[in-house]
C-alpha cells in the first residue's frame, strides 16, 4: 500500500508546491489577522502546527476528491493515479482515516480551531458520501458544486483565524472576518481562473459552460479585486494596507496575456503568482505591522 500512495502523492499531490501554499495561507491569513489587529506578531511554533495542519488537510481533499471524481477523471484526466489504476479507493480511505485523526490529535486543545477543524472533515467526508450513495450532485454543472465546495475553504480559513486567536489570546473582530474573507476571495480567483478555457471541449467542467467567457472571467476579476479591497479594510487604508494591492498585478498579465496572444485557456502561472504573492504580501503586512508597533 504504501507504494502505491507514493504514486498517488507523485501524480496527484506534489508535495513542494503545496508545503508552499500552505505555509503561505497560513502564515498570510495570521499575518494579515495580526495586522488587523495592530498586534505584534512574528512567525512560531503554532504557526508551524496550523501550517502542518493545513498540510494533511489538502492531501485528504485531494484524496476525497480523486475518489469523488473517479468517473469523470476516467473519460477526461485517465491518467490520474487513482483512475490510472495505481493506488486503490481502500488505499486513500485509510490515508485519509490515519491523516484525519493526526491532524485532530495535533490540534486537540486549540478550542474553536479543533471544532472547525473537525467540521471541515466531517463535512468533506460527507459530501463524499451523500456522491457516492446517490450520485448527487449529478450534474457536471460546477456551479451547482461551487455552494457545496466553498465551505470547505471557509472552514478551513476559518480554522487558521481561530487557531491564531488561540494561539495569541485575541478576540473575534469585524476586522478578523474581513480577513478571512480576503484569503477566501484569493483562493476563489484560483478555483475559477484555472477553470477558463477559451473553447469549452465535451465533457470538461468549466465556468464558462455555466456563465460565458466574459462571465467567468469577470467573476475571476472580481474576486481578486474584493480580495485586496478586503485586505486593505481589514487593515486600514495605510501605506502597509495598499501592499495588498501589489498581487493584482498577476491577473492583470494574465487577462492582457489570455486576450493579446489568443491563448486557449488563462493562463496558469499568474494565478498561482498571484495567490501566492497576496499571501506573501499578508505575510509582510502582519511583520511591518509588528515592527512598527
Known sequence: MIGRLVRFVAGSFPPLPYLLATLLWAGGLTGLAAAADGHTWAPGAGLAGTAATLFVDMLIIRALDDIRDLDYDRR??????????????????????????????????????????????????????????????????????????????????????????????????????????????????????????????????????????????????????LSAACAIAAVGAEARGWLAVVPLAAPALAGWQFRRRRLPRWPTPPTLAYVLSSFAVFVAVGLLTGAAA
Open 76 to 225: 477526461v484526466h485517465p491518467a490520474r493515479p487513482l483512475a490510472a489504476g495505481l493506488v486503490r479507493t481502500s488505499d486513500l480511505l485509510t490515508l485519509v482515516a490515519v491523516g484525519a485523526a493526526a491532524i485532530l490529535a495535533a490540534n486537540a486543545g486549540r478550542g474553536g480551531a479543533w471544532w472547525l477543524l473537525a467540521a471541515q472533515l466531517a463535512y468533506l467526508g460527507g459530501l463524499v458520501f451523500v456522491n457516492a450513495r446517490w450520485h448527487w450532485p449529478a450534474t457536471d454543472n460546477l456551479l451547482a458544486h461551487l455552494p457545496l465546495n466553498v465551505p470547505v475553504q471557509l472552514l478551513l480559513c476559518a480554522y487558521v483565524y481561530a487557531a491564531y486567536q488561540h494561539d495569541h489570546h485575541r478576540p473575534l473582530t469585524a476586522r478578523g472576518l474581513l480577513v478571512v474573507l480576503a484569503v477566501l476571495l484569493a483562493l476563489l480567483h484560483v478555483e475559477f481562473a484555472r477553470k477558463v478555457p477559451r473553447q469549452v471541449r465535451a465533457p470538461e467542467r468549466s465556468y464558462v459552460r455555466d456563465l460565458g467567457l466574459p462571465g467567468a472571467v469577470a467573476v475571476a476579476a472580481a474576486t481578486a479585486v
